[in-house]
């Protein structure tokens, strides 16, 4: 082992991937065939240039196939990329070749996790505990599953067990941070999320944490928030069967209230509590990420993702609010069509993020598409000229405000 190597392996403990990078190039041009040194960039590559930490990562596998390291490492990749199916195989790759490393059975149990798999996740963690009793990712990773899996008691415990053991983790305070939020417990999990960020000021989780925390002082946002909560213990199927089963059951709840006049006063309020429940699952996020961009303070918690995700909802919803103004001034209905599809926009325009890699990719181009039919039926209507084109155009883009909820949710629920 070189000193550049051994150099990079301590700074890689410490936390300061760009030096370990620059250790590793050194060593890399001297043994340019080392497949450890090639994994070990990848990982110091990983936060900066995913698609390069991806290619170093292949490099090492072509040159050490049987290495448990490289496998584990090429996990970590995938896992970063949304790629659970690929993180899975790689971390069954490298318990094959090292059956008694915990490392990767905590790797297995994210990749299970990454895909709603609470189960089998915590079965992975489980494994990786009975092999280290004090492992710290395997210790959060059970207690992640079992709140998952209504198990609330016992994951506390694992996480108290967990902090008893090491106080400095920031992954264990994100973790009880997340679950006090699941509780309802928003300061508290603002305490936990900043003691993580403390610890380590790179964590994504914690700050990602912290957002949420910061919109569920709001009392609207705090429901939607629990149905997201209540939806992410449920199996892709299950979230299926739900959105369906509410979906049907709002059209049943309109057929009776219409072929029975005198309940229609009891349902018609059902029927709009639900779709209001329905809107509100798609838009409170962007409003909120919108009033935080605001925030002399909530801003600086977003990413720039969000940040830029607000700014195009705030352009969306200012276009909504001018063309419901103008309105009340012309007696053509154009400007409520324009602003029904400027308002559609705003949902689809943050539609994609909680879809993984592959969703997001398929979810980004379909929109794209409607993205044209919105601004070819946009210019026909602001025309005031709607022709065969213009209406053929403004049909595809209401066509596409129905579908595209449906679509993005069987990417959500497909884990994608």
């Known amino acids: 082992m070189t000193a550049h190597l051994e150099r990079a392996r301590i700074l890689l403990r410490q936390g300061r991937p760009e030096r370990a990078e620059e250790h590793l190039r050194l060593h890399l041009a001297e043994d340019p065939d080392d497949a450890h040194a090639h994994a070990m960039l990848g990982a110091c590559l990983l936060g900066r240039d995913p698609k390069a930490a991806f290619a170093e990562a292949r490099r090492a596998i072509a040159l050490a196939p049987d290495s448990d390291f490289v496998h584990g490492i090429l996990a970590r990749i995938h896992l970063a990329r949304s790629e659970a199916d690929e993180a899975r195989a790689s971390a069954v790759e490298a318990i094959r070749l090292d059956p008694e490393d915990p490392d990767h059975r905590a790797l297995l149990a994210q990749a299970e996790g990454a895909k709603g798999r609470w189960a089998p996740m915590l079965a992975a963690a489980e494994a990786g505990l009975s092999l280290d009793p004090e492992h710290v990712d395997c210790a959060n990773l059970r207690s992640y599953a079992l709140n998952k899996l209504g198990r609330r008691g016992e994951a506390g415990d694992e996480l108290a067990a967990a902090l008893s053991r090491d106080p400095e983790d920031p992954f264990t305070h994100a973790n009880v941070g997340w679950q006090k939020l699941e509780r309802g417990d928003t300061k508290g999990a603002l305490l936990s999320f900043r003691e993580a960020l403390r610890l380590d000021p790179t964590n994504e989780w914690a700050r990602q944490g912290i957002v949420e925390a910061i919109k569920a002082r709001n009392p609207v946002y705090r429901q939607v928030l629990r ?3 209540w939806m992410s213990r449920l199996s892709g199927r299950t979230q299926w069967i739900v959105i369906l089963g ?18 229609a006063p009891y349902l018609w309020p059902v029927l709009i509590l639900y779709l209001v429940a329905v809107f509100l699952t798609w838009i409170a996020g962007p409003l909120f990420n919108l009033a935080l961009r605001l925030h002399p303070f909530g801003r600086h918690a977003l990413s720039e993702e969000q940040i830029r995700g607000a700014n195009v909802v705030g352009l969306l919803l200012a276009a909504t609010l001018l063309c419901v103004g103008i309105n009340f001034f012309v007696e053509s209905s ?8 400027c308002g559609g926009v705003i949902i689809q325009a943050e539609g994609h993020r909680p879809c993984r890699r592959r969703g997001r990719r398929a979810v980004g181009s379909c929109m794209a598409v409607q993205a044209v039919f919105a601004l070819g039926a946009f210019a026909a209507i602001a025309s005031g000229r709607i022709g065969s084109v213009g209406g053929g155009l403004v049909g595809l883009c209401l066509l596409g405000l129905i579908a595209a909820p449906w679509f993005v949710n069987y990417h959500i629920a497909r884990g994608r």
């Not at 154009?334 to 599809?341: E, K, M, R, S, T």
């Open 246 to 263: 509410a979906w049907f059951g709002a059209q049943v709840v309109k057929r009776v209230a219409r072929a029975h006049p005198e309940l």
């Open 227 to 229: 149905y997201f909560f």
């Open 334 to 341: 154009h400007p409520l069509l324009a602003a029904l599809i």
